[in-house]
């Protein structure tokens, strides 16, 4: 039942920049915040980002959020083999009750 | 440090019931909303179901409305998932997880190491 659409997967080599979009609609992207979620291989899912563009502590600010509009974005810069995971987009959507909608997930691979 | 341990999953039959327990510790329990996230196997989250500090409010994912219920006890530090009517398609592992506060007001901030729940004849 995701209403949030990403890609299945994105990949680079070390070092290099990658993004991931999430796209949604006006009662969830477009009215709430944008938070991103990372899980690794056989772990628990840990936040990302929080509110759009927000790293708790911890978090290196190799990672980077936005959102413009109905879309926000991810992006990893100077990759790294550890950031190998599955990235989810989440945000809460106003078109019904108290509904928290995850994205479709992104698996990362650093070549 | 913020401890989240899930228990009560396992195997049951089509139809049958299921009772999960969350206990957590290291922080302010009533404090928190706090969720049910759950992940089919090889497959992405799904939010199920949250609950109000004060259990007053719950929310579900329509596709478990009228079979799991979702509450609380503070005095415990414990959060629970009743699952009835079970289905195939609920088999997943089950996360509890804190909704954050304040500044990370809106995110799941902390998630427990989850259980798995199968539903198989």
């Known amino acids: 039942q995701s209403v949030l659409t990403q890609p299945p997967s994105a990949s680079g080599t070390p070092g290099q920049r990658v993004t991931i979009s999430c796209s949604g609609s006006?009662?969830?992207?477009?009215?709430?915040?944008v938070y991103w979620y990372q899980q690794l291989p056989g772990t628990a899912p840990k936040v990302l980002i929080y509110?759009?563009?927000q790293r708790p502590s911890g978090v290196p600010d190799r990672f980077s959020g936005s959102k413009s509009g109905t879309s926000a974005s991810l992006a990893i810069s100077g990759l790294r083999s550890e950031d190998e995971a599955d990235y989810y987009c989440a945000a809460w959507d106003d078109s019904l009750s108290g509904f928290y909608v995850f994205g479709t997930g992104t698996k990362v691979t650093v070549l | 440090e913020v401890h989240l341990v899930e228990s009560g999953g396992g195997l049951v039959q089509p139809g049958g019931s299921l009772r999960l327990s969350c206990a957590a510790s290291g922080f302010t329990f009533s404090a928190h909303w706090m969720s049910w996230v759950r992940q089919a196997p090889g497959k992405g989250l799904e939010w199920v179901a949250n609950?109000?500090?004060?259990?007053?409010?719950?929310y579900y994912v329509d596709r478990v409305k009228g079979r799991f219920t979702i509450s609380r006890d503070n005095a415990k530090n414990s959060l629970y998932l009743q699952m009835n009517s079970l289905r195939a398609e609920d088999t997943a592992v089950y996360y509890c997880?804190?909704?954050?506060?304040?500044?990370?007001?809106?995110?799941?901030?902390?998630w427990g190491q989850g259980t798995l729940v199968t539903v198989s004849s």
């Open positions: 509110k759009n563009t």
């Open positions: 006006s009662s969830n992207i477009g009215s709430n915040y």
């Open positions: 997880a804190r909704d954050g506060n304040g500044d990370y007001d809106g995110a799941i901030d902390s």
């Open positions: 609950i109000k500090v004060d259990g007053s409010a719950k």
